[in-house]
């Protein structure tokens, strides 16, 4: 391309961004949060602020058959919620031929959800100091009188296979350690993750890829890196993080804390 061709090229990209509206470029900071239940709930609420084309985003694991319950409340009629699904691959799906609900929606899978709470196209057109919103999440088993704890509704199931399974010691950053046992299937992969005396369940996690498997579930995630076994004595790649939320400018914000890392097997 000669010089004046490319100052064309150049002049007419910054003719195309002066030409979008002033809300459309604005920054949209989007945030994502892990959803906790309190001990002896089954139900947690959670509130923001929308401005332009900000999403929050409200991340939590169910099985199939529970049934979820979420209550959006705003003194704006532009400001909507919509539900999720996680796939494998990590894409949020909402088919758009049988799409979930809010309200009484039995869940039609195991894994992660997500519910996005965010403000319509002519919402965001319109700026402003942003738009308040409270957000109730519910889940219960479809018999809301047998509803169990939290930790018990929002966590996995194990397996007759997973149960056979022998554990593994992982020797791990500092001298801690953990215990890890495995089923490896389609839809009934599992590992079970053994720390300070409680074990839990977790599912085979849409993050995995080919470098790296990731089981979770309850709040907790192990990754541990896919490597020939020539390699896996000398690799430190076994991580335990537990989804925990802190409180950023009077937001609520999810932050993965680690509980391990470094972590090898024990030969």
């Known amino acids: 391309m000669t010089?004046?061709?490319?100052?064309?090229?150049?002049a007419a990209a910054l003719i195309c961004l002066s030409a979008a509206p002033a809300w459309a470029q604005r920054?949209?900071?989007?945030?994502?949060?892990?959803?906790q239940f309190q001990r002896g709930a089954t139900d947690a609420t959670y509130s923001g602020t929308l401005r332009g084309l900000a999403m929050h985003n409200y991340?939590?694991?169910?099985?199939k058959g529970q049934v979820l319950n979420a209550t959006l409340d705003s003194p704006s009629a532009d400001v909507e919620a919509i539900v999720y699904h996680i796939g494998r691959d990590g894409v949020a799906v909402?088919?758009?031929d049988d799409p979930l609900g809010l309200e009484n929606q039995t869940l039609p899978y195991n894994g992660r959800y997500e519910i996005r709470v965010l403000q319509t196209r002519n919402g965001a057109r319109k700026g402003g100091a942003g738009h308040p919103y409270t957000l109730n999440i519910a889940i219960t088993n479809a018999n809301a009188a047998t509803a169990a704890a939290p930790a018990a509704a929002a966590g996995v199931d194990t397996t007759p296979e997973l149960e056979k399974a022998a554990w593994i010691t992982y020797r791990c950053n500092?001298?801690?350690a953990l215990k890890v046992r495995y089923h490896y299937?389609?839809?009934s992969a599992r590992a079970q993750v053994q720390l300070d005396d409680r074990s839990t369940t977790l599912m085979y996690g849409p993050d995995s890829n080919a470098d790296m498997t990731v089981f979770e579930g309850s709040g907790l995630k192990w990754s541990i890196e896919n490597l020939p076994p020539a390699r896996r004595l000398h690799a430190k790649g076994g991580m335990l993080t537990r989804a925990s939320t802190q409180v950023v400018s009077g937001q609520k914000t999810a932050v993965d804390e680690i509980q391990r890392k470094g972590c090898d097997p024990v030969r």
Do not use: D, M
Request: zero cysteines.
């Open 59 to 63: 991340r939590f694991t169910a099985r």
């Open 174 to 176: 500092g001298g801690k």
């Open 3 to 10: 010089r004046p061709v490319r100052h064309l090229a150049l």
């Open 94 to 96: 909402n088919p758009v």
């Open 185 to 187: 299937g389609e839809a």
């Open 27 to 35: 920054e949209a900071p989007s945030r994502t949060t892990q959803v």
